[in-house]
């Protein structure tokens, strides 16, 4: 019983991560209808950038750790941001009213340019960074000796998705660029026709995602205390593979969809084989969609002949 | 980057100079600070801003030189008109193409008998044709998006590699029970998708191509893991060994033995695989399975009303589209006599994926070109080593950009009305179709 609490709080804690990568695919997919192949490596820059912003302040002499976390938190969000809205700008803008395929395998060449990018200026090799936040709270101690643990660092993570789930929820369902972006999700001529900017929109929700996109990579540096260059790959299949189970365009589904994925991986590296996690959570996405052809919070999509 | 239309020089060079000034936000730490973990697993850095300036200059030189380009060249988007005899010229180079491109590739051996390069090099890009052909069939014909194609290659090259290490089978046994595994494992995949559409049915080939390719890694007792498997066993002339031996092909036919004949051999076998897709391709496109398939890329509910079983297209679609992978698989496991997981990797398959898109979707000779381009280019750019993967993601962005389509892109129907025919009002009333 105490082996699966602990296994539950590691697993809401990756699905958490997950999750905010999710938000990124289902949102852009919910807007544009392509899947941006780039947003695994959007993660991995963010990683990245964070990694480098943390060694400068460090080498600063800054030592009050609020302040660095703050500071890089915006520095990363704000650069990768600035990578989501140039990506956007060069490789999907000319090619949305092209046909389907299109933006999309233009999406997987800019995800390999992407990985290589990294790979090039910053080396092949694994970085590790010291743990920053140490400490935690043991919440439960068992007969035999097993011990609970709540680490402070997985409080930081769950809290921020939160708190960032809170802000997203309130911009999409409460502001005006909210209010565009489900305008431009329904019908985009027809959203332009009533004075919405539908590019600065859709440049907008890549500029979100990514920023999303950036604190992910953040709490993965934190958590797993490393980065390299091919980490985006398979989060952002991960994750992908988390938007598709939620239903993808569901922003509520996302995170769901996070959550469902990095529970069964961690259940099934606890009790099975760490070797077969993989395997595990895309079968799983491949038994809901054979269900569920939408996903567990998707529209059925209505088909007019 | 962005795309107001400039006229003069002050807004020729503002655009440039915002354009640079978003490349120094970008590129400031991941190109001007460089990391590296330390022999005592600190990470130092050291900054190179010599090269975080070239680079925003080069954006600053590039973009100018773009926008001047897009003035001189106008508007993208206006027809443009092609002189009358360019273009009975260009249908006449389009006729008589694919026939010359056979020929000569029938040739390559005879040319570059002394260059082993170049004849590697060409029974490489017949692999990719051939899988481009084969995928070709899902994607292209059917509309069905395939990211997991890699699956079936791999699943045909183990199936070679484990049955002939394991039983000694030969070949041309092998052969056949590849393509046949592979078709049933495109199946396999081909029942859970067939009520998924779309982007649904593009995550779950993706995953399942993942799935083939972490059960080789982990499944060590059959697979041998990331090792591979080594020493597969070199293709036979019907049951006659291309070596050295008394019994060897060259001491049958009496001429002197040289390792070029089993090359040689090697690229007539793939070249004659390939041709087979290609013919099978073009033969099914004439019947109704294949009339069915490109039915079903047009729109699936009217493919319905009309009475076309949609499961058993799908599933023939995804059957034969693998069943060519299973046979490039079992020719490269047979070519290279190792193989290993590394080599079916998502890479691939989006890679063979943009072979097929860049073709023009459904075309033939599209995706024969597309294959030459991709891997001819790839190749090119072996010197520049970790540069390789950065050019050819940026020339799959560039080429989408540059044509949509692909670089044939026209779809001409495989079948079409000789004549129109008038239909009466009465018969198209309300409630009579």
């Given at each position: 019983?105490?082996?699966?609490?602990q296994?539950?709080?590691?697993?809401?804690?990756?699905?958490?991560?997950?999750?905010?990568i999710?938000?990124?695919?289902?949102?852009?997919?919910?807007?544009?209808?392509?899947?941006?192949?780039?947003?695994?490596?959007?993660?991995?820059?963010g990683g990245?950038?964070?990694?480098?912003?943390?060694?400068i302040?460090?080498?600063?002499?800054?030592?009050?750790?609020?302040?660095i976390l703050?500071?890089?938190?915006?520095?990363?969000?704000?650069?990768?941001?600035?990578?989501?809205?140039?990506i956007?700008?060069?490789?999907?803008?000319p090619?949305?009213h092209?046909?389907?395929?299109?933006?999309?395998?233009?999406?997987?060449g800019?995800?390999?340019?992407?990985?290589?990018?990294?790979?090039?200026?910053?080396?092949?090799?694994?970085?590790?960074?010291?743990?920053?936040?140490t400490?935690?709270?043991?919440?439960?101690?068992?007969?035999?000796?097993?011990?609970?643990?709540?680490?402070?660092?997985?409080?930081?993570?769950?809290?921020?998705?939160?708190a960032?789930?809170?802000?997203?929820?309130?911009?999409?369902?409460?502001?005006?660029?909210?209010?565009?972006?489900?305008?431009?999700?329904?019908d985009?001529?027809?959203?332009?026709?009533?004075?919405?900017?539908?590019?600065?929109?859709?440049?907008?929700?890549?500029?979100?995602?990514?920023?999303?996109?950036?604190?992910?990579?953040?709490?993965?540096?934190?958590?797993?205390?490393?980065?390299?260059?091919?980490?985006?790959?398979?989060?952002?299949?991960?994750a992908?593979?988390?938007?598709?189970?939620?239903?993808?365009?569901?922003?509520?589904?996302?995170?769901?969809?996070?959550?469902?994925?990095?529970?069964?991986?961690?259940?099934?590296?606890?009790?099975?084989?760490?070797?077969?996690?993989?395997?595990a959570a895309?079968?799983?996405?491949?038994?809901?969609?054979?269900?569920?052809?939408t996903?567990l919070?998707?529209?059925?999509?209505?088909?007019?002949? | 980057?962005?795309?107001?239309?400039?006229?003069?020089?002050?807004?020729?060079?503002?655009?440039?100079?915002i354009?640079?000034?978003?490349?120094?936000?970008?590129?400031?730490?991941?190109?001007?600070?460089?990391?590296?973990a330390?022999?005592?697993?600190?990470?130092?850095?050291?900054?190179?801003?010599?090269?975080?300036?070239?680079?925003?200059?080069?954006?600053?030189?590039?973009s100018?030189?773009?926008?001047?380009?897009?003035?001189?060249?106008?508007?993208t988007?206006?027809?443009k008109l092609?002189?009358?005899?360019?273009k009975?010229?260009?249908?006449?180079?389009g006729?008589?193409?694919?026939?010359?491109?056979?020929?000569?590739t029938?040739?390559?051996?005879?040319?570059?008998?002394?260059?082993?390069?170049?004849?590697?090099?060409?029974?490489?890009?017949?692999?990719?044709?051939?899988?481009?052909?084969?995928?070709?069939?899902?994607?292209?014909?059917?509309?069905?998006?395939?990211?997991?194609?890699?699956?079936?290659?791999?699943?045909?090259?183990?199936?070679?590699?484990?049955?002939?290490?394991?039983?000694?089978?030969?070949?041309?046994?092998c052969?056949?029970?590849?393509?046949?595994?592979?078709?049933?494992?495109?199946?396999?995949?081909?029942f859970?998708?067939?009520?998924?559409?779309?982007?649904?049915?593009?995550?779950?080939?993706?995953?399942?191509?993942?799935?083939?390719?972490?059960?080789?890694?982990n499944?060590?007792?059959?697979?041998?893991?990331?090792?591979?498997?080594?020493?597969?066993?070199?293709?036979?002339?019907f049951?006659i060994p291309?070596?050295?031996?008394?019994?060897?092909?060259?001491?049958?036919?009496g001429?002197?033995?040289s390792?070029?004949?089993?090359?040689?051999?090697?690229?007539?076998?793939?070249?004659?695989?390939?041709?087979?897709t290609?013919?099978?391709?073009?033969?099914?496109?004439?019947l109704?399975?294949?009339?069915?398939?490109?039915?079903?890329?047009?729109?699936?509910?009217?493919?319905?009303?009309?009475?076309?079983?949609?499961?058993?297209t799908?599933?023939?679609?995804?059957a034969?589209?693998?069943?060519?992978?299973?046979?490039?698989?079992?020719?490269?496991?047979?070519?290279?006599?190792?193989?290993?997981?590394?080599?079916?990797?998502?890479?691939?398959?989006?890679?063979?994926?943009?072979?097929?898109?860049?073709?023009?979707?459904?075309?033939?000779?599209?995706?024969?070109?597309?294959?030459?381009?991709?891997?001819?280019?790839f190749?090119?750019?072996?010197?520049?080593?970790?540069?390789?993967?950065?050019?050819?993601?940026?020339?799959?962005?560039?080429?989408?950009?540059?044509r949509?389509r692909?670089?044939?892109?026209h779809?001409?129907?495989?079948?079409?009305?000789?004549?129109?025919?008038?239909?009466?009002s009465d018969?198209?009333?309300?409630?009579?179709?």
């Amino acid at each position: 019983m105490d082996y699966f609490a602990q296994q539950l709080i590691n697993g809401l804690v990756l699905g958490s991560i997950y999750g905010l990568i999710a938000i990124g695919y289902t949102m852009v997919y919910g807007i544009v209808g392509m899947i941006n192949f780039a947003h695994g490596d959007i993660f991995m820059i963010g990683g990245f950038i964070a990694l480098i912003t943390f060694l400068i302040l460090i080498s600063l002499g800054l030592t009050a750790i609020p302040v660095i976390l703050l500071v890089v938190l915006l520095v990363s969000m704000a650069i990768t941001a600035l990578y989501g809205w140039t990506i956007e700008r060069i490789a999907y803008r000319p090619l949305r009213h092209s046909f389907r395929l299109a933006p999309m395998l233009s999406a997987i060449g800019m995800s390999f340019v992407l990985t290589n990018y990294s790979q090039v200026a910053q080396g092949a090799r694994v970085k590790p960074i010291p743990p920053f936040i140490t400490g935690g709270y043991t919440l439960h101690e068992s007969a035999d000796g097993f011990v609970i643990q709540l680490s402070n660092i997985q409080i930081m993570v769950v809290l921020t998705t939160i708190a960032l789930l809170a802000i997203f929820t309130w911009l999409v369902s409460r502001t005006r660029l909210g209010r565009d972006m489900r305008a431009c999700e329904q019908d985009q001529t027809m959203a332009a026709l009533l004075g919405v900017d539908v590019d600065r929109t859709i440049s907008m929700t890549f500029v979100i995602g990514a920023a999303l996109a950036a604190v992910a990579g953040l709490m993965y540096l934190l958590y797993y205390g490393l980065v390299d260059f091919y980490m985006g790959f398979v989060a952002g299949i991960k994750a992908f593979t988390a938007a598709v189970l939620g239903g993808i365009g569901s922003l509520p589904g996302a995170m769901l969809g996070g959550l469902a994925i990095g529970l069964i991986e961690t259940f099934w590296s606890a009790y099975f084989s760490v070797e077969y996690k993989d395997v595990a959570a895309f079968s799983i996405l491949i038994i809901v969609l054979i269900f569920m052809p939408t996903g567990l919070l998707g529209r059925p999509e209505v088909e007019k002949v | 980057m962005t795309a107001k239309p400039a006229t003069g020089i002050p807004s020729l060079l503002k655009t440039a100079f915002i354009n640079a000034l978003i490349a120094l936000v970008l590129f400031s730490l991941m190109v001007g600070i460089r990391t590296e973990a330390g022999s005592d697993g600190q990470l130092t850095y050291w900054t190179r801003f010599g090269d975080l300036a070239s680079l925003v200059a080069a954006v600053f030189g590039g973009s100018i030189v773009i926008e001047l380009l897009r003035q001189w060249i106008g508007p993208t988007g206006a027809e443009k008109l092609v002189p009358q005899a360019v273009k009975s010229g260009m249908s006449f180079v389009g006729r008589y193409l694919a026939p010359a491109l056979l020929i000569f590739t029938l040739l390559v051996p005879v040319i570059f008998y002394d260059q082993r390069y170049i004849l590697d090099l060409a029974i490489l890009v017949l692999t990719y044709v051939m899988l481009g052909w084969g995928l070709n069939v899902v994607v292209g014909l059917a509309g069905l998006l395939d990211l997991g194609y890699v699956a079936f290659y791999a699943v045909g090259a183990y199936s070679y590699a484990l049955l002939a290490t394991n039983f000694g089978w030969s070949f041309w046994i092998c052969l056949p029970l590849a393509g046949i595994l592979a078709a049933f494992w495109g199946m396999l995949l081909g029942f859970p998708v067939l009520r998924l559409r779309g982007d649904y049915l593009a995550i779950v080939t993706l995953a399942f191509g993942e799935i083939i390719r972490l059960v080789i890694i982990n499944w060590q007792d059959l697979t041998g893991g990331p090792n591979g498997v080594t020493g597969i066993p070199r293709p036979s002339f019907f049951g006659i060994p291309l070596d050295n031996s008394d019994d060897g092909l060259a001491a049958k036919l009496g001429i002197e033995y040289s390792p070029t004949h089993r090359i040689i051999f090697l690229f007539y076998l793939i070249l004659a695989l390939a041709l087979l897709t290609n013919w099978v391709t073009i033969r099914l496109r004439r019947l109704p399975i294949g009339r069915a398939w490109e039915a079903l890329r047009e729109d699936e509910v009217a493919c319905r009303a009309l009475g076309i079983n949609t499961t058993t297209t799908k599933l023939t679609a995804f059957a034969t589209g693998a069943m060519f992978g299973g046979f490039a698989g079992a020719f490269f496991a047979t070519r290279q006599g190792f193989i290993s997981p590394e080599s079916f990797t998502f890479q691939e398959s989006a890679l063979v994926l943009a072979i097929v898109v860049l073709g023009g979707m459904g075309s033939q000779l599209g995706v024969a070109l597309a294959a030459l381009a991709m891997i001819g280019g790839f190749e090119l750019f072996r010197g520049l080593e970790t540069y390789r993967m950065l050019v050819f993601g940026m020339a799959m962005v560039l080429i989408m950009i540059w044509r949509p389509r692909g670089l044939i892109g026209h779809r001409a129907p495989t079948v079409y009305l000789t004549k129109a025919q008038a239909i009466s009002s009465d018969l198209v009333k309300e409630g009579h179709g």
